[in-house]
Nanobody
Framework: EVQLQASGGGLVQAGGSVTLACATSGFAFNEYSLGWFRQAPGKEREDVVC????????YYADSVKGRFTVSSDNAKNTVYLKMTNLKPDDTAVYYCAAPATYVGGRCWADFGSWGQGTQVTVSS
């Protein structure tokens, strides 16, 4: 059974940084792609980044390019999302999901397994 658990969220001031972690189990880590997504109150869920874990290919949403960096630790079966220069618009619940696929200019994981999310709140 594929399981994912996102953690590391919290309250941070604008301009600050936070790193989220997505701990995974139940699948061949290197053979999957994983996505980070977020949903702000009253808004639709949006993709943040898609990562092909095996070869490290990444696709970032335009809104986070240059500020967010995704990485993986194969020994820990964990994917990280380092978020810097945070803005109030980054406030959302952040989710990780796998498997994910990059199609039509965005990351999708509608048929994947999802972690329960972690709240990131950026104060101005």
């Amino acid at each position: 059974e594929v399981q994912l658990q996102a953690s590391g969220g919290g309250l941070v001031q604008a301009g600050g940084s936070v790193t989220l972690a997505c701990a995974t189990s139940g699948f061949a880590f290197n053979e999957y792609s994983l996505g980070w997504f977020r949903q702000a109150p009253g808004k639709e869920r949006e993709d943040v980044v898609c990562l092909s874990i095996g070869d490290g290919t990444t696709y970032y949403a335009d809104s986070v390019k240059g500020r967010f960096t995704v990485s993986s630790d194969n020994a820990k079966n964990t994917v990280y999302l380092k978020m810097t220069n945070l803005k109030p618009d980054d406030t959302a619940v952040y989710y990780c999901a796998a498997p994910a696929t990059y199609v039509g200019g965005r990351c999708w994981a509608d048929f994947g397994s999802w972690g329960q999310g972690t709240q990131v709140t950026v104060s101005s």
